[in-house]
């Protein structure tokens, strides 16, 4: 069984920084990539960015780009996601999630079968 714990989330002013961590157990494989997802009030749930475990090739969405870096320690099983310059438009519930078989790097939820249960990150003055 899979398991993806996150923790980090919290309250911080625009332009601050949060560093979300994602803690894996379960994993008997380490070919696949962890990705970071986010999901508004109101709003479909879309990819942040993720990191292949077998390269540690990256991605990240447009808006996110210089100032979010994922980062990995594949002996703890741990993938961070650094969060500077934070903005009004970046408050949501972040989860991690395990990609499905062969799937090495990819920003669509569809391609991710285990879920971490969230971490709220709020932005506001």
């Known amino acids: 069984q899979v398991q993806l714990v996150e923790s980090g989330g919290g309250l911080v002013q625009p332009g601050g920084s949060l560093r979300l961590s994602c803690v894996a157990s379960g994993f008997t494989r380490n070919a696949y990539a962890i990705g970071w997802f986010r999901q508004a009030p109101g709003k479909e749930r879309e990819g942040v960015s993720s990191i292949s475990r077998r390269d540690g090739s990256t991605l990240y969405t447009d808006s996110v780009k210089g100032r979010f870096t994922i980062s990995r320690d594949n002996v703890q099983n741990t993938v961070y996601l650094q969060m500077n310059s934070l903005k009004p438009e970046d408050p949501a519930v972040y989860y991690c999630?395990?990609?499905?078989?062969?799937?090495?790097?990819?920003?669509?939820?569809?391609?991710?079968?285990?879920w971490g249960q969230g971490t709220q990150v709020t932005v506001s003055s």
């Open positions: 999630a395990s990609s499905k078989w062969g799937v090495d790097d990819s920003l669509h939820p569809g391609e991710y079968d285990y």
